[in-house]
């Protein structure tokens, strides 16, 4: 019967302790892995606490707000999103020409924040000029229109809102995955 | 493709986290533990698999993982240093009846769990006790003193 290919002789490695038990102990690699467990305790806690402010949103510092030059329109938006989770940005139109009420909204909106509905639903949409232009009948003002976001990827996003022709927001997101 | 990142820096992520916990796998494990071990697990099954269920998806995410573990495993066997790192090394708690304080704070056990590691070899007392290793595995050997 044929032996292992490969052999080795036995050796007394492992370091020893009182010259009689073989442990292999480190106390000096120990102690240089307690300094990095405290390091990594206090990373641990730095993130922890820059999540509740929303650094890496869905909190205080991820809310931001824009308002458009000519104060007619403003938007309530998170500057920071998360990949697969939903958001809502408010935008609300102040005053605007009699009728209807009309809201342009860039392409980034549906391809890196993943649009998924607006609401109320616009009566007609508009594509071109880089993005979709909703139109909706004009109640009394202000107006409020919600658009829902559930981005798909991380990255950066500049997105633009607002009344077609006139002072347009722009907006820049970031999306952490 | 997003799965598999997901699984592999999931991987590391719980390497790191379980790595930083205090040594005290398996049999050490109280029950206040077993609430880690659950609830890390469940959260991060979520952001690996995320919506897509498929049997596919949940195949790629196991085989990523089971990769991952094979080439630490292979690491490990290359560099003891990789080793110490991932597993630790051992540590004696109790040399020549004297506590090792230094290493009982850091590793944050307390006599008691060096006595239960004791009673299973049926030794009753401290005295007994001529040295206590807490291994790689997170249990504690305990050499009993020559009493002759």
């Known amino acids: 019967m044929a032996g292992p290919a490969f052999k080795r002789p036995v050796t007394d490695s492992v370091a020893k302790i009182n010259h009689e ?6 106390l000096v690699f120990q102690r240089k892995w307690w300094r990095f467990e405290r390091a990594i305790w206090v990373l ?28 007619a329109v403003e938007a309530d938006y998170e500057r920071i999103e998360r990949t697969g989770t939903p958001s809502m940005m408010t935008v609300k139109v102040r005053e605007t020409a009699p009728d209807p009420i009309e809201l342009f ?35 009394s003002l202000p107006a409020v229109v919600r658009f829902e976001f559930e981005p798909v990827g991380a990255g950066v996003y500049h997105i633009t809102v607002g009344r077609p022709g006139e002072a347009l927001m722009h907006m820049t997101v970031a999306v952490v995955p | 493709m997003s799965t598999i990142i997901h699984a592999i ?17 398996g049999g050490q494990l109280t029950l206040y533990e077993f609430v880690i071990v659950f609830l890390i697990g469940g959260v991060a099954i979520q952001a690996t698999v995320g919506r897509d269920h498929s049997v596919t998806n949940c195949f790629t995410a196991i085989l990523a993982i089971a990769l991952m573990h094979r080439l630490v495993a292979w ?3 290359r560099s003891p240093r990789f080793g110490a790192i991932v597993d630790g090394t051992p540590l004696v708690l109790v040399k020549d009846g004297n506590w090792q304080l230094e290493v009982m704070r850091g590793m944050q056990l307390d006599p008691e769990d060096v006595m239960a590691a004791a009673r ?7 005295f007994s006790i001529k040295y206590a290793v807490l291994e790689r595995n997170g249990t504690i050997s305990i050499i009993k003193r020559n009493e002759s």
């Open chain 1, 21 to 26: 038990l073989a442990v292999g102990e480190d």
């Open chain 1, 44 to 71: 641990f806690i730095l993130i922890i606490a820059l999540d509740c402010m929303g650094a890496f949103g869905r909190g205080p510092l991820a809310n931001a707000r824009i308002e458009s030059t000519d104060h």
């Open chain 1, 105 to 139: 909204v860039s392409d980034s909106a549906v391809s890196g924040l993943g649009l998924r509905r607006v609401i109320p639903a616009p009566e007609t949409t508009t594509v071109g000029s880089g993005g979709f232009t909703y139109r909706f009948p004009r109640g």
């Open chain 2, 9 to 25: 820096l999931g991987y590391f992520a719980l390497l790191l986290t379980v790595r930083v916990l205090s040594r005290r796998p």
């Open chain 2, 75 to 77: 690491l490990k066997d």
């Open chain 2, 120 to 126: 299973s070899k049926q030794i009753g007392s401290v």
